[in-house]
Structure formats: structure tokens, C-alpha cells
């Protein structure tokens, strides 16, 4: 992948987020959306491989849309400063765990888990930590996964325990999440390197047990 012109092409993109620009562009776009089009391709191969739940989603499912609804929000810029890929059963609607990969000058990221789920998948990613704490507490607090991802993403977390379960549970602020996602930011010349591709394994292979334990959650209940 040219990593390299994507970024260029989303550099741009940023400081002429207008659709004149676009359309006068529309072939770098198009160049650049193809780039992370290969790499989204390859990545769904290697992910399956590694994690079969996976099951192979097609590419398009995969793929977000550069053009943002500006319907209801303040900010009318027509794009996306970025690319974004959700890899999961089913693709990137799905409620499945799955893995993003985000390219953004500055500000790219790749990340595994369950973003923002409904709230019966939610209840049931909760109920597995309720009766299985001790377990999702070890697989954070592995030193190699805390060196790659750190904790788990607070964006969104209740301030109080959930419905339906106790407040004096000993590992209640776990279940305060709405996310169960774990992250790492990925700079740019990481990105543009030859050891990219090679990176984005590693941190697959080392998300398998917190992906597992989310996936026996939903594929259980």
C-alpha cells in the first residue's frame, strides 16, 4: 500500500474540505481510496486466517464512506479527514468484535473490540464479565498487551453501575463501559515504513485472547 500518497491525499483533503476541491481531485481521491481498498482486502485474508470468526466479510462491507452526513451537526464539511475500515463478521455494521484501522495524518490508530453495541449485545458482554471478571482482568493485564494497548477506551463509560446489576459487585466499574474496545495510535512514519504491515500482524495476533473472550460473549448468549 502507498501509504504515503493517502496521507498526502487526506493532508489536502483537510485544509480544502470543500467540494470544488474534491471534485477537482477526484482522481487522487480515487487513487488513494484504492491503496487502503488492496490493504483492506489483504488484511481481511490475514485476519481470517488468524481469527476465523472473522469469516472473510467482503471488502465494501468493510469500508466506511469519506462523505459525512451533515444533516443534523454544526460542522457542514462535506468529507472525512480520514479512512476507516471495520474487519468483522459481517462487516462494519455488524455487532460482532472486530478490527479498525483508521488513516488520518497524526492521528491513525488501529483498534479491536465492540464499538458502541445495541443495548442486548451490551447486556451480554457484561453478563460474561460479571461471571468472568478475574478472566478479561488477566488478559489486560498481560505485560505485552498493556505495552500495545494500554486500557480500555473510557469515551463512553456510565458513571454508575449498570441496570440489573448489583452496585457492590467488587469489579463493577468493568461493566461500566458501552465500548469494549482497546486501541493503539500509530504514527505517521510507522504508517509510511515497510514495517507496517508487519506491525498491524503483531498487534492482531496479540488482541486474539480479548477478542476471543468478547466473541464467546455474544456467540453465547
Known sequence: MDTKLVLEFLSQLKLNNNREWFQANKKWYESARKEVEVFVSEMII????????????AMKDCMFRI????????DKSPYK???????ARGGRKS???????????????????V??????????????????????????ERPRFKACFSELGNFDKLKKAPK?????FPDIDMLKYRSYIVSQMIPDKTIVSDNYNKKVKELIEELQPFMAFLNRAISNG
Open 67 to 74: 462523505f459525512r452526513d451533515v444533516r443534523f451537526g454544526a
Open 164 to 168: 440489573d446489576f448489583p452496585a457492590d
Open 81 to 87: 479527514t480520514n479512512f476507516g475500515a471495520f474487519i
Open 46 to 57: 490475514a485476519i481470517s486466517a488468524i481469527d476465523p470468526s472473522v469469516q472473510t466479510p
Open 115 to 140: 464499538y458502541m453495541p445495541p443495548p442486548d449485545v451490551l447486556k451480554l458482554l457484561r453478563s460474561e464479565i460479571y461471571y468472568h471478571s478475574s478472566e478479561l482482568k488477566e488478559i489486560l
Open 95 to 113: 455487532s460482532f468484535p472486530g478490527y479498525y484501522f483508521h488513516f488520518e495524518p497524526g492521528e491513525s490508530m488501529i483498534a479491536g473490540g
